[in-house]
């Protein structure tokens, strides 16, 4: 997959375009994608996505501690590029761009810049200036500007159509199977190791605290869960804690995500690490004590490996 972050100078064969944010690059997302592939097969042309960067949330609300989305850019750009996505357009999303009309989006940069010849999008999607342009007013600018329009259908699953907001709610709200379910794979978290307060390591479960690399990277419910675990090329099995530590702690405050890794010993402080989201086993406790926190922390182990597969690697 080629990556622009430019719309000057793209010489593409007959692109079929699609734009759009595509946080997580769900199942619902996947049905423009694969829709815009068969496209791009049946024209000859080649394949564009059109993304923008950073959030137009971040941009037109202003940094907010509630903003929080499911992929980060590096995150998108493997998923796109494993779907099979020719080019990727990133777009820098600024507020003078914002208030470029659904029009003018349509004629001087689909037309003008890229020369699409065909654009694919979804059933719900609006842009251009406070999202002005719908299905119906898109459809007509493109005509005049020789641009076919094409919109697909939402994926509808337990009655509702898949978005990502309803897959941000379902990781807030412990859902995690749900949020599974409707990305397409497991939800990831991608961090460093940073130094904790050791207390796994008095208890028997030495935990490596993570500092997810984006501050706005969704972090799920609170609560334990049964991981898969990358760093230095290895792939280990793992139970994961989102919380407080009510047990250990007074500070209520004192948010951690904190990951147990089956049978590794090595000092990996300052590493990255990636975080496989497979299960959600329970939530967060507070316990009597600390011989009641262990014992608990065993059963954990023994349910993650259950549902991993039962081996320790």
């Keep these: 997959m080629e990556i622009h972050y430019s719309h000057e100078n793209l010489q593409m064969v007959n692109p079929v375009v699609t734009t759009g944010i595509f946080d997580g690059v769900h199942t619902g997302h996947m049905a423009i ?25 971040l941009v037109l609300e202003g940094i907010r501690e509630e903003i ?7 995150e998108k750009k ?3 590029a494993a779907a099979g996505v020719g080019h990727l357009l990133i777009i820098g999303f600024t507020r ?21 010849r065909k654009l694919i999008i979804g059933h719900d ?25 094409e919109q697909t259908e939402g994926i509808v699953s337990d009655g509702a159509v898949i978005s990502s907001s309803r897959i941000r709610s379902a990781l807030v709200s412990g859902r995690l199977n749900d949020a599974n379910r409707w990305l397409g794979y497991p939800y990831p978290l ?16 030495p935990t490596a605290n993570i500092k997810p690399f984006d501050k ?25 804690s989102i919380g407080t530590n009510p047990t250990v702690t007074p500070d209520k405050d004192m948010r951690s995500v904190e990951v147990n890794i089956f049978d590794f010993e090595k000092d990996i402080y300052g590493n990255e690490l990636e975080v ?6 329970r939530d967060e406790i507070k316990f009597s004590g600390r011989n009641e926190l262990v014992r608990q922390m065993r059963k954990d182990m023994d349910n993650a490996l259950k549902l991993l597969g039962g081996r320790i690697k």
């Design 96 to 116: 003078e761009f914002s208030r470029l009309s659904a029009r003018e989006f349509v004629n001087d940069i689909l037309a003008e810049k890229i020369g699409t």
């Design 216 to 240: 706005y990277k969704l972090i799920p419910a609170n609560g334990v869960y049964a991981v898969e675990i990358r760093t230095g090329g290895m792939k280990r099995k793992g139970m994961l």
């Design 78 to 80: 493997a998923l796109l």
């Design 276 to 281: 496989i989201f497979r299960y959600r086993m």
């Design 125 to 149: 999607h609006h842009f251009g200036y406070r999202g002005s342009g719908n299905y119906s007013t898109v459809r007509e600018y493109a005509a005049a500007a020789g641009i076919e329009v």
């Design 68 to 74: 929080t989305y499911l992929s980060t850019m590096d």
């Design 190 to 205: 991608r961090g460093a190791v940073i130094k904790g307060r050791k207390i796994g390591r008095e208890l028997g479960f």
């Design 33 to 57: 994608i694969n829709r815009l592939l068969a496209c791009s097969r049946e024209t000859g042309g080649e394949s564009v996505v059109i993304t923008f960067h950073p959030h137009p949330k």
